[in-house]
Nanobody, 120 residues
Framework: QVQLVESGGGLVQAGGSLRLSCAASGRTFSSADMGWFRQAPGKEREFVAAISASGGSRYYGDSVGGRFTISRDNAKNTGYLQMNSLKPEDTAVYFC?????????????WGQGTQVTVSS
């Protein structure tokens, strides 16, 4: 069973940066696509970014392109989301996910999430 643990969330001022990490257990991480999603209070879950198993392909949601960068270190079983130029509207719980079920938008495994709060 794959377990995912996010870390790196916190409170930051607008314009600041954070780097989220997603530590995965199990032997499937290096062969699995990975994604980041977020959910703000009262809103639906939103796709943020995805990366292929090899790291060769990356995709971003329209609201974060150019500000966020997804990456992974398969040797460490860890994925990352570098978030720059943060805005108050980026405030949400951020989740990582692995093993894409469909077009890197639906996943089999999910973490518990980490809170990101951006103050104005």
């Amino acid at each position: 069973q794959v377990q995912l643990v996010e870390s790196g969330g916190g409170l930051v001022q607008a314009g600041g940066s954070l780097r989220l990490s997603c530590a995965a257990s199990g032997r499937t991480f290096s062969s699995a696509d990975m994604g980041w999603f977020r959910q703000a209070p009262g809103k639906e879950r939103e796709f943020v970014a995805a990366i292929s198993a090899s790291g060769g392909s990356r995709y971003y949601g329209d609201s974060v392109g150019g500000r966020f960068t997804i990456s992974r270190d398969n040797a460490k079983n860890t994925g990352y989301l570098q978030m720059n130029s943060l805005k108050p509207e980026d405030t949400a719980v951020y989740f990582c996910a692995t093993e894409s079920l469909s077009n890197m938008r639906e996943y089999r495994n999910w973490g518990q999430g980490t809170q990101v709060t951006v103050s104005s």
